[in-house]
């Protein structure tokens, strides 16, 4: 009897642990992806910088980088050529500092270096290279040195000049929420 | 020159017209094999009148997608629907990718029990809707744009609006089952850029569809074939096109087109931030900027209504340039996030008249105009100029010689 209540208790406690399994699998459809899988297609990388991959470079490194693989469309010094926008502004004579690139953080910068460009082949730096060519990047903005290393540590500890810069048209609004007369969105 | 390239047009117009006519297996006789594949593909997916069939996006200077506004040309369309091929497109990733859908992942990870990654054919088998949504780019309206504001696909051919067929993006994240502690997605295209934008989980849980089908077809390649993001009476920048992955996170991540490419800078230096939903918006698309009217008399003034804030409830129609305002006929249904058709009877007495409309939705927004915007943001009307996510009331002046013009800053 005892044999039984706790056999009975493990088949509850077992169809529990199944529901709950299947909960969320509705459909039973799509296929559980590989951990490398996930890891190779991952490249968003967050504000506070935890997704970035282990490697460095500066901004010296970066400028020679630059050379070879920038500057067919940002111009030799980054001052311009087929592209106008940007964080270097690329259409003026001569690089623009911050208000007009509104970019909160510097993994901002990494991110798209990293999944964009170059134009011709994004996605083929090597991730020393996309940390060298965003320290090239942040430097001719006066952000860091010519010689500070970034790295996974040191790239989300930049502070951009606009980093507190972002409001919202008014302060606290949500999504769904009516807004005043005027202030849309 | 031009009447004999009238005369040319007119021809081939005739030509074709005699093909239809004579029968359209005698026409296939005797033509090459590859043009004999078109006319027979013409038999098997119909194709407009020859007598009307130059509706068209405008290209502007543009040969390559890149870098160019294909605007949707809402001056010549009726009712709600845009045709596929009519749909605005702005290139933010360079190109078209070619996708073969075969090969194609929609893979779902972050902060979930069990990611998940689909085929099309996976995607398709779950419980779909078919929804009428608009997207508008955040772009749409900018007064005078360029030096042409001239016609209202120029200042407003950035809407469009479809049936979209698809999955609720609930039901594919209740699958891979969301952590408590998520608060935002991130969504990816595989597009060249792999264009990304992060959105609210609250509204991923909403409304939001995985969308395959448009206006009853595949999305089409340049709306994000083989399936896409369709993020209801939002900026149309986060309904992301080519959609390849979603990422459940905790935080937004500023990526690169939603942060130094989206924010507009306000007088002060700083950025205007998560502007998210679209202001209540209408605009007269017939008669409008660019057209002539032939006479004095009746004319129906129509035109579309929309809004980020859910339903159309009134359009308010003005021939005097905003002194005095009259209610318009709204097309039923009235669909929520979706163009709204009105429509206005009037007769034109000849004289110089201003036509305008004004919407108000479901939560009682209402449609600005110029002068009332530029108040509230303390700023001059001319600050429109430049800066996106404008929603004015737009003015057409028509003149005793019966031409339209734009008469925003008239």
């Known amino acids: 009897m005892r044999y039984f209540s706790s056999l009975l208790i493990a088949v509850i406690v077992l169809s529990f642990c ?16 590989s951990e490398e899988e996930i ?47 940007g964080i270097v502004p690329l259409g003026n004579a001569k690089p623009v500092k911050i208000p007009f690139s509104l970019v909160p953080y510097a993994t901002t910068v990494w991110d798209f270096i990293n999944r964009a460009m170059p134009q011709s082949k994004p996605g083929s730096l090597t991730t020393d290279e996309v940390y060298a060519a965003t320290a090239y990047v942040l430097y001719r903005n006066d952000i860091i040195k010519e010689t500070d290393v970034l790295d996974a540590k040191s790239l989300p500890k930049v502070r951009m000049p606009n980093r507190d810069n972002f409001v919202p048209v008014q302060p606290g609004w949500k999504p769904g929420q009516k807004r005043p007369f005027g202030y849309y969105p | 020159m031009a009447s004999h390239s009238d005369r040319r047009r007119f021809l081939k117009r005739g030509g074709a017209l005699a093909s239809f006519v004579i029968g359209t297996v005698r026409s296939l006789r005797g033509q090459t094999p590859a043009r004999e594949a078109v006319l027979k593909d013409n038999l098997a997916y119909g194709q407009p009148s020859p007598f009307d069939n130059t509706i068209r996006r405008t290209l502007g200077q543009a040969t390559a997608i890149s870098d160019t506004a294909l605007t949707t040309p809402l001056q010549d369309l009726d009712g709600i629907i845009t045709p596929s091929g009519l749909h605005f497109l702005m290139d933010h990733v360079k190109g078209v990718p070619d996708i073969d859908p075969k090969q194609h992942r929609l893979l779902i990870h972050g902060m979930v029990d069990h990611p998940l990654n689909y085929t099309m054919d996976e995607l398709k088998r779950l419980p779909s809707v078919s929804r009428i949504y608009f997207l508008e780019c955040n772009a749409n309206n900018r007064p005078l744009r360029g030096q042409n504001g001239e016609s209202v696909q120029n200042v407003h051919g950035r809407t469009s609006c479809s049936e979209w067929t698809g999955v609720l993006l609930s039901v594919l994240l209740n699958e891979c089952g969301v952590q408590k502690e998520a608060s935002w997605i991130v969504a990816e295209g595989s597009d060249a850029n792999k264009y990304t934008m992060s959105i609210p989980l609250a509204k991923a849980m909403d409304d939001i569809l995985v969308a395959y089908a448009q206006n009853g077809e595949a999305v089409r390649p340049q709306q994000g074939y083989p399936v896409r993001l369709v993020v209801p009476g939002w900026e149309a920048i986060r309904s992301v096109k080519w959609l390849s992955r979603i990422k459940v996170v905790d935080q937004p991540y500023m990526a690169w087109h939603e942060s130094g490419n989206n924010a507009d800078t306000i007088p002060n230096g700083k950025g205007l931030w998560y502007r998210f939903e679209v202001g209540p918006n209408s605009v007269i698309t017939r008669p409008s900027g660019g057209q002539r ?38 097309q039923q249904p009235v669909h929520r996030f979706a163009h709204t058709r009105f429509r206005f009877p009037w007769t034109w007495n000849g004289e110089e008249a201003v036509l305008q409309s004004r919407s108000t939705d479901e939560r009682g927004e209402v449609q600005p105009t110029i002068a009332e915007a ?37």
């Open chain 1, 18 to 33: 199944a529901a709950a399994l299947a909960q969320g699998r509705a459909y039973q459809l799509g296929t559980t992806p």
């Open chain 1, 39 to 85: 890891k190779a297609r991952d490249i968003a990388i967050s504000p506070d910088g935890k997704e970035l991959p282990p490697g460095s470079g500066t901004a010296k490194e970066g400028a020679t980088l630059f050379a070879q693989k920038c500057a067919a469309c940002h111009g030799p010094n980054g001052n311009g050529g087929g592209l106008t926008r």
């Open chain 2, 293 to 330: 009217l032939p006479g004095r008399g009746f004319y129906e003034i129509t035109g579309l209504a929309w809004t980020g804030g859910g339903a159309v409830t009134k359009v308010e129609v003005s021939v005097d340039g905003g002194r005095s305002y009259k209610e318009a006929e709204l």
């Open chain 2, 374 to 410: 530029a108040k509230n943001l303390g700023v001059s009307p001319d600050y429109f100029y430049q800066a996106d996510h404008f929603n004015g009331v737009q003015p057409w002046k028509v003149n005793r010689d019966g031409s339209i013009q734009n008469a925003l800053f008239l």
